[in-house]
């Protein structure tokens, strides 16, 4: 079992998951793959240790286990899996951005669900 980070995250990075996790699992990538975002972090399935501390702790509702992730996002877990093989990574990146009101949180869900649907 691992955890999932799906395209709420993109552009937001706020690393609140980074700092709770326990083994450091949680990357953003840094290479050229078109397929892999460079804008979100990922959770290396090969690392993660299946804690649930990530999911609780993000702001976004970004994240889920790999058993739920909504039908429209399903994609994510395979984007999230190729982070294991790569070499061009930021591990445990560190920003600081606003957290969002529920407003916010909302319509962020409601546009990627739009565009995945
Ligand atoms: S806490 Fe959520 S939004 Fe923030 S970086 Fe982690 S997955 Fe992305
Ligand atoms: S479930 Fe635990 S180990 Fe896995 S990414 Fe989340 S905090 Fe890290």
Do not use: S
Not at 24 to 53: S, V
Not at 88 to 97: G, H, L, N, V
């Amino acid at each position: 079992m691992t955890w999932v980070i799906g395209p709420l995250c993109i552009d937001k990075m706020d690393t609140a998951c980074v700092e709770v996790c326990p083994v450091d699992c949680i990357h953003r990538y840094t290479g050229n793959d078109p397929d892999i975002p460079k804008n979100q972090l990922l959770i290396d399935p090969a690392e993660c240790i299946d804690c649930a501390a990530c999911e609780p702790a993000c702001p976004w509702q970004a994240i889920y286990q790999d058993t739920e992730v909504p039908e429209e996002f399903k994609e994510f877990v395979q984007v999230n899996a190729r982070i294991t093989e790569q070499t061009e990574i930021e591990r445990t990146p560190k920003y600081d951005t606003p957290k969002p009101t529920p407003q916010e949180v909302a319509e962020n869900r409601e546009k990627w669900l739009a565009k995945y649907r």
